[in-house]
């Protein structure tokens, strides 16, 4: 009896130098290389988004009067970029010349870790970043005084027996540090988000392949 075509394709996956099919080897390879290829194309143009966003963010900051935001802004966020940069030099280091499913297997290793990574430094971010809008407008010039200054004299004047911490209400050093409590315990989850907005299509194209090449070689 004849092989069947499905018979052919597992056994030109499972012998990575058998001739019987290798079309379909090479016709996944690209699959695998374009996928890839895509996938750091979307991210080295988000790097510099980010990159030209942080910087026209910090001159904005000057402009308006809260350098404090625009300055811990940047710093955050190139951060963020050198770590991702980093990331992306390891991918770049992933031999294309293996089979498509060790290529896929290896990329898909590479966002593992990728992820996990970005999820501990968003633990950090989201917080930092409001904490910079915060102090940003609390020392921000208003008519020669403080906005936060003149803030908590308004506060005062309607609730003059406010409890002041380092002048500051208790009850705003409350809601902040609860506020910025949540943004760490769901910064991974907020990352995670953005993650998907904007790579959801390659992931799920990603996941596609490998299960193909998987029900093969099964």
């Known amino acids: 009896m004849e092989r069947s075509i499905e018979t052919i394709w597992k056994e030109g996956f499972i012998k990575s130098d058998a001739l019987v099919a290798p079309k379909i080897n090479n016709l996944y390879n690209q699959k695998s290389i374009h996928i890839i290829d895509k996938f750091k194309r979307m991210f080295k143009i988000n790097l510099m988004a980010i990159v030209a966003f942080s910087f026209i963010f910090l001159i904005v900051s000057f402009i308006i009067g809260i350098p404090i935001t625009g300055i811990l802004f940047f710093m955050m966020l190139s951060v963020l970029v050198f770590i991702n940069k ?41 917080p930092i970043i409001f904490l910079s809008m915060i102090l940003g407008f609390w020392f921000k010039d208003a008519e020669g005084v403080p906005l936060g200054e003149r803030l908590v004299s308004e506060i005062l004047h309607g609730f003059p027996n406010t409890y002041l911490i380092f002048g500051v209400p208790l009850i705003g050093i409350v809601i902040v540090t609860l506020i910025l409590g949540l943004l760490a315990y769901f910064g991974g989850h907020i990352y995670k988000w953005d993650l998907n907005i904007v790579y959801g299509r390659v992931f799920k194209k990603l996941e596609e392949l490998m299960a193909d090449i998987e029900s093969l070689r099964s």
Request: hydrophobic share 40%; charged share 25%; aromatic share 14%.
């Open 86 to 126: 980093s990331l992306l030099n390891d991918l770049d280091k992933i031999d294309q010349g293996e089979s498509s499913y060790q290529y896929l297997k290896a990329f898909n290793e590479w966002i593992h870790k990728q992820v996990a990574i970005n999820i501990r430094v968003s633990r950090f971010l989201y």
